[in-house]
C-alpha cells in the first residue's frame, strides 16, 4: 500500500495542472468530451500512481506525452504555414 507523504499534494497538483491541460486542448472538440477527458486523465494517473507504487514514472510519462504533442502541434503549423 502506498504511503501519503509530503509529496502527495504536489502529485495531485501536478495531476491536475495536466488534466487542465487536456481540457483546454480538447475544449474546441466538445463541451462534454472535454470534461470526460480532463476527469479521465486525473483519475487515470492517480490510480496509476497507486497501482504502481510511482509517482515519478506516472508523471514522466504524461510530461513526455505532453511535450511530444506539443512539439507534433509545432511540427504541423509549421507544414502548414509554408504550403
Do not use: C, D, H
Request: no cysteine.
Amino acid at each position: 500500500m502506498p504511503a501519503i507523504g509530503l509529496g502527495t499534494p504536489l502529485f495531485v497538483v501536478v495531476q491536475a495542472l495536466i488534466s487542465s491541460f487536456v481540457y483546454v486542448e480538447v475544449k474546441p472538440f466538445g463541451r462534454l468530451s472535454a470534461v470526460v477527458a480532463g476527469i479521465s486523465v486525473f483519475v487515470l494517473g492517480v490510480a496509476l500512481a497507486l497501482a504502481l507504487n510511482g509517482v515519478l514514472e506516472i508523471v514522466g510519462v504524461e510530461l513526455l506525452l505532453v511535450l511530444g504533442y506539443r512539439l507534433g502541434q509545432r511540427v504541423l503549423e509549421r507544414r502548414v504555414s509554408s504550403a
